[in-house]
């Protein structure tokens, strides 16, 4: 999400008359884009703006804008900072330029966060943001061949651990016709895969002429776009409801590839009821249990919390019991950080100790490395489709990496595939022959 908000925002400034350029030497502005989710992140942007607050003491003339979760989250305590001269919450981004050029005109510190984001955005506001992705949707600068289109804005789940809701508002589904036209437009520029963006987006709903549109409809009309190769979606909810349609879709099209970001956070009951997810052990299971039987084969990945407010070492095993059953192609695993305002941070203290959580982290890290080993060492001499993204960190460590350095690209199932090819099939497809696994990475030639 952040990254889509980020070439967003690239692209209205160059087309705002602006010039990109990741020197902050050479830079007039500098923004930030952030996140809130962990305050890690958080942290991070302020040892970001204390360097920055260095450079302005000799470069006083330097803009340093925030945007993002992070400047709706703190608003008028961010513009406090000596560094900050603008603070732009995420729902606020389509003024981007405008707030740059009266900064720079004005030079004085500007605030756009959006009051009460959890009251039913203005239409006026929602138009606004309408437009603004719609003509500024491109595709990734950085990964060629590829984009990401958002399916959703917010999300009304509040988990009770999750700031998003506080701070990318309610849950609006946009348009499916704006959202098709969007795909279109970026099939004609060459891409190749898009990636339908939402907090929950299996529970996309759009009520148009008559018909309520679902992901599965989307994902259906979306495969009809010529050019378009290869549809993911991420990232959904465990729920009953939004579910089958969505895999008898990935099942029928060719396109819609067969992987699904399902976050669990916990295999302990209790510790789920906590969390005000709407599901038990069992019947996440059962979920996966249903992908597979629709879907067989699909790549499957979850997201967990380790170390939630009461997470008893019999929780934690209820997890690692979860993660050894879900046979997950890879897991995110998260320490809990305490989100000020959310339910959690509100309601319970945050019990388990940093060394519990760090243990527990290392300990589900190792269940799963097993896990995703043994799945990956079933690639073993078999060929793979690869959509390459183009060098990998050390694309110039094989003998001929002038004319076939090594690449770096993912299957429609995300597995991460390094071989040596041309540098010009970044943004392709290509097939490549498995000779090699580790735990996270295949390893390969090209066929
Ligand atoms: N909407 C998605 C969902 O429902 O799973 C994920 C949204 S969240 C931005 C991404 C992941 O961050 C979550 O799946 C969760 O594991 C983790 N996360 C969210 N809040 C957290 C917190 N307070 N502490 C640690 N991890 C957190
Ligand atoms: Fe956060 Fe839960 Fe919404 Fe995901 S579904 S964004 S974890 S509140």
């Known amino acids: 999400m952040n990254k889509l908000d980020t070439s967003l925002v690239s692209s209205a400034l160059v087309q705002g008359g602006f010039a990109l350029t990741d020197r902050v030497g050479e830079a007039d502005v500098v923004l930030i884009n952030t996140c ?29 804008g925030v945007i993002g979760c992070m400047a709706q989250r703190l608003g ?105 036209e969007q795909i279109r437009r970026l099939a004609d520029q060459g891409v190749r895969q898009v990636t339908l963006l939402g907090q929950t987006v299996n529970s996309y709903k759009y009520q148009v002429n008559g018909k309520t549109w679902s992901l599965a409809d989307l994902l259906g009309a979306a495969s009809d776009i010529a ?4 549809l993911k979606f991420v990232t959904s909810y465990p729920s009953q409801e939004f579910f ?27 510790i789920l009821r906590a969390m005000n997810r709407h599901y038990s052990s069992r019947q996440y299971l059962e979920l996966l249990d249903r992908a597979r039987a629709i879907v067989p084969g699909i790549a499957i ?41 959310t339910a959690a941070d509100r309601r319970l203290q945050d019990t388990v100790p940093a060394e519990i959580k ?22 073993l001499g078999k060929q793979v489709k690869v959509l390459v993204e183009g060098l990998s960190k050390k694309s110039h460590v094989n003998v001929d990496a002038d004319q076939n350095p090594q690449l770096v690209g993912r299957t429609a199932g995300e597995w991460i595939v390094v071989f040596n090819g041309p540098a010009a099939l970044a943004g392709q497809f290509a097939n490549v022959r498995i000779s090699a696994t580790s735990p996270l990475t295949l390893f390969g030639e090209p066929v």
């Open 358 to 379: 760090q243990k527990r982290n290392v300990e589900l890290l190792a269940v799963q490395e097993k896990i995703s080993d043994k799945l990956g060492r079933d690639f």
């Open 244 to 270: 089958d349609d969505i895999l008898h879709v990935m099942a029928g099209s060719p396109k819609v590839c067969e992987y699904l970001h399902l976050p669990a956070q916990s295999g302990s009951d209790r």
């Open 301 to 341: 990945a979850g997201d967990f919390i380790v170390g939630f407010p009461g997470e008893t070492d019999e929780d934690f095993q209820a997890t690692a019991d979860l993660l050894q059953k879900a046979a997950y192609k890879n897991a995110f695993i998260f320490k809990y950080s305490p989100r000020p305002g």
């Open 76 to 180: 008028d305590e961010l513009l406090q900072h000596q560094a900050v001269d603008i603070v732009c919450g995420p729902a606020e981004i389509s003024r981007i330029s405008s707030l740059l050029l009266e900064t720079l005109r004005q030079k004085k510190k500007t605030l756009a966060t959006t009051e009460r984001i959890r009251s039913k955005a203005a239409d006026e506001q929602n138009q606004a943001l309408e437009e603004f992705e719609s003509a500024h949707s491109g595709r990734d600068e950085q990964i060629p061949g590829q984009a990401f289109v958002r399916a959703m804005r917010g999300c009304n789940n509040f988990c009770a651990f999750c700031i998003v809701p506080y701070v990318r508002g309610p849950e609006v589904s946009r348009p499916p016709d704006v959202i098709l």
């Open 36 to 64: 809130s989710v962990r305050e890690h992140a958080e942290q991070r942007v302020f040892s970001q703006l204390g360097h920055l607050k260095h450079i302005k003491e000799s470069r006083p003339e330097l803009v340093v």
């Open 227 to 230: 050019g378009i190769e290869w």
